[in-house]
Structure formats: structure tokens, C-alpha cells
């Protein structure tokens, strides 16, 4: 498992209870600390050769964009959407990039008009979308084309190439479709994206990667004769979720691929190479806090049914891209603290009408009653905003910045 890299550890449940008896459950906390610690560890390792792009969809919380704006490089952006919230946070609109592989005309015109950094072009048909509302708009909008490999190494969570996917120009097809789109006037290529898979553990699995990317940067660069100002890596770094997992261990991964980083940045010396990822920064940041509001005891089972479950946080009910469920790493908040529970195997299940709204099976905790919190790790990614929140109108899960041991309640999205 993932253990904070702050001193957070010793008050976490005293935050977390405090949260929940604060702000109501379900609730999400994150710590902003325990990122900032994240941060500083992935620039002590990778931040020789990379700048920090942070993926909105992982956790579009306005206050935590907000708090971000003068500690990361850049954002990436998948939706008109989060461009609204990225600005509302007071990020420069020059400073974030654009992903999606079906960005509607409307978004397209919101992003270009408001400055975007880069337009990452995932199609020729959006390309020439692009071009005519820049025309429109008496602009030329910098673009990044985003690539997708032939391959992607064993051992990543979700995939999105090596075999037929919506993102990005295939780079078998990248011959015949590059030129056409650097042909567009109103178009700049200013450098190229990938992002071909996610939630690695396998620090081989992402040296080879970035190996592949390497490959594919150098080769397009030499076909469209581009000296690139920015190529994008998806990071495509993991983080442990479950009982067993090992967390990354990014000196090994700098080890691994540092030399050859090296040798690449050399041969791109006017290249900003930026890192884009999500979850490894804010995943094990956020804890997802729940009640137990009944106890079952059923055939032989006892099942602990809380307050918030598969509709607050779809991803540790399993239901979010993991083909087969698993517990994630959880504890009771306050632990046996009578020292009178008994260790015993037990069920957890949400409020929902419905049998696949369990966020464990089986898993050994003191004894769960009635009123008690549970607290599920790893929930600082995906959460809410990967979430069913209306389904069933249960109320939304309230979210909480914990700061230098400073408590505010930051809820995106209220009941209503
Ligand atoms: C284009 C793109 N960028 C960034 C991310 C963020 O990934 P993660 O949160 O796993 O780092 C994703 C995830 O799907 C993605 O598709």
C-alpha cells in the first residue's frame, strides 16, 4: 500500500473524524500537504527532464485547482467544462492544454477565444474543425497532435492504444494524416502527445513506454521536419489501491530511463518535455469517509451498510474500469481504540438498492457497528466526478481541503 509521505499519518483520523462529525458523511478529505509532498517527490526524481502537466478529470475541485495554480507547470483539460473551472480557479488559459477525442464545435471556439495554450488535435476532421473556427476567430491556435503507438507494454490498468482506440492518430496512419493537418492555416503544430495507457505499477512497464514514446516523437518530428516546442508524456503512473500493491518507485524508474532521457532531451534542446498525469499526484491524497448506518448479520456474514457507496465513489465499489472487484485499502476510523472489537471479516455495502453496490467483501476490521466511520484510501482521484451522484438522490458526498492542519469544506457539487 501507499504510505503518506507527510507526518499526516499520526492525526489522520482525528481529520477525518473531524471532517465527518464537521461537514456530514459521505466525504471526501484531501491533503493538500501530503500532494505538495507528492510533488516534490516526482520533481526530485523526473524533474531534471520534465515539466508537471496535472489532468483535471482526475479531480476537477475548484479549490484544489485553485491551490495548484502556483505549484504546477500546466493542466490539461478534457471538456469545455473543466476549461471553466480551470479559469474560474484563475489558471491562464495559456498555460493549459486541451485532450478529448470528441470536442464540440462549441468547446473548440470557448478554448481557442479564451487563449488556450495547446489544442491537442486527436483526428484530421477536428483539425480542420479547429482551423475554421480559428479563421473565425482572426487567430492561429498552437496545436500538439496527439499520437497513438502500435504498442503499449504489459501491465497498464486501462490502455488507450495498441489496438483499435478512439484517441489520437494512429501512428500507422500518421503519414498520410500529419501533413494535411500541418497544411492548415490557421494551425501551428507546435509539438506531439501521447497518452497510451494508465495506472502502471511496473516501473519496467513505463521505462519501456517512455521508450516507445521516444521512438515516436523522434521519428514524427524527422518526417514533418518539426523542431518541436513541447511533447507531452502521459505519465501513465499508477498508484496502489489495493491490499498487496506496491507503490512505484520512481528512483528506479529515473535510473531506468534517465540516460536515455537525457540523450533525448540533448537532441531536443529548445523541447519542453512535460509530464501529464492525474491520480499519482492526488490519488493517495484523499481519503473517502462513510458511515455505518446498519448492521446486518446475514447467513453467516456480517455486513456493515453505510452511507455513501458505489453512487459517491464508483471506482472502490470496482465498478470503474476494474475487471475483477477488489477490496480497496481501508480501515475503521479510530482503529480498535477500546481495544474490546474483535478482527473479524465483514461486508461492506452502500445505501443503494442494489447488489453491486459493495465497496468490500470479506475484509478484516475491528468489528464495525453501528455510527462508526470507515475510511477507504486512495480516493483523492476519480472520485466524485467518476461518480453516479444522482443516482437514487441520495445526498452528495461533501469534499474537505485539509491545509497545514486546517480544515475547509470546498463541495463542488451541493444537493438541490
Ligand atoms: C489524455 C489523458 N491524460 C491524463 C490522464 C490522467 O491519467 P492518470 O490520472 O491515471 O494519471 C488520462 C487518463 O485517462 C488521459 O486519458
Redesign the pocket.
Known amino acids: 500500500m501507499c504510505s503518506p509521505l507527510t507526518d499526516l499519518a499520526a492525526d489522520l483520523d482525528r481529520h477525518l473524524a473531524g471532517a465527518a462529525a464537521r461537514f456530514g458523511t459521505p466525504a471526501y478529505v484531501y491533503a493538500t500537504d501530503e500532494i505538495e509532498a507528492r510533488l516534490a517527490h516526482l520533481r526530485a526524481h523526473l524533474g531534471r527532464w520534465f515539466a508537471v502537466s496535472f489532468?483535471v478529470?482526475?479531480n476537477p475541485n475548484p479549490a484544489l485547482l485553485g491551490w495548484m495554480r502556483d505549484r504546477l507547470d500546466c493542466l490539461?483539460i478534457?471538456s469545455g467544462g473543466e476549461l471553466a473551472l480551470a479559469r474560474e480557479a484563475g489558471w491562464d488559459a495559456a498555460k493549459i492544454s486541451f485532450?478529448?477525442p470528441a470536442k464540440r464545435e462549441t468547446e473548440l471556439r470557448a478554448a481557442i477565444r479564451a487563449g488556450l495554450g495547446e489544442l491537442?488535435v486527436e483526428s484530421l476532421r477536428e483539425a480542420r474543425l479547429a482551423d475554421a473556427v480559428a479563421a473565425e476567430l482572426g487567430r492561429v491556435q498552437p496545436v500538439l497532435i496527439?499520437l497513438a503507438p502500435a504498442r503499449v507494454p504489459k501491465g497498464f490498468g486501462?490502455q488507450?492504444a495498441g489496438r483499435p482506440s478512439p484517441?489520437g492518430v494512429d501512428v500507422e496512419d500518421a503519414d498520410e494524416i500529419l501533413p494535411q493537418i500541418a497544411a492548415l492555416p490557421n494551425l501551428r503544430i507546435i509539438g506531439l502527445?501521447i497518452?497510451s495507457g494508465?495506472?502502471c505499477l511496473k516501473s519496467q512497464a513505463i521505462c519501456e513506454n517512455w521508450r516507445i514514446f521516444m521512438q515516436v516523437f523522434s521519428d514524427t518530428c524527422a518526417a514533418l521536419d518539426l523542431r518541436p516546442e513541447k511533447l507531452i508524456f502521459?505519465?501513465?503512473?499508477?498508484i496502489p489501491y489495493h491490499p498487496g500493491d506496491n507503490a512505484l518507485d520512481l528512483a528506479e524508474i529515473a535510473a531506468g530511463i534517465g540516460p536515455e532521457l537525457g540523450a533525448f532531451a540533448a537532441r531536443f534542446p529548445a523541447t519542453r518535455l512535460v509530464l501529464?498525469?492525474?491520480?499519482?499526484l492526488v490519488?493517495p491524497a484523499g481519503w473517502f469517509v462513510t458511515r455505518v448506518v446498519s448492521v446486518k448479520q446475514s447467513r453467516g456474514t456480517r455486513i456493515a451498510i453505510c452511507d455513501g457507496g458505489l453512487n459517491a465513489n464508483l471506482a472502490a465499489s470496482g465498478n470503474f474500469g476494474m475487471v475483477l472487484r477488489r477490496n480497496y485499502v481501508m480501515h475503521r476510523v479510530g482503529g480498535d481504540e477500546s481495544g474490546t472489537r474483535p478482527q473479524e471479516k465483514q461486508d461492506i455495502s452502500g445505501p443503494l438498492c442494489t447488489s453491486i453496490d459493495k465497496l468490500g467483501g470479506g475484509v478484516l476490521l475491528p468489528r464495525l457497528d453501528e455510527g462508526d466511520l470507515l475510511a477507504i484510501h486512495g480516493c483523492g482521484?476519480?472520485g466524485p466526478t467518476a461518480s453516479p451522484l444522482h443516482f437514487i438522490s441520495h445526498p452528495m458526498p461533501a469534499e474537505v481541503l485539509v491545509t497545514g492542519g486546517q480544515m475547509r469544506e470546498v463541495t463542488r457539487i451541493r444537493d438541490g
Open positions: 489532468a478529470k482526475s490539461d478534457s485532450t478529448g491537442v496527439r486501462d488507450m484517441f502527445h497518452y494508465t495506472q502521459g505519465a501513465g503512473l499508477g501529464e498525469l492525474g491520480r499519482y490519488g482521484a476519480y
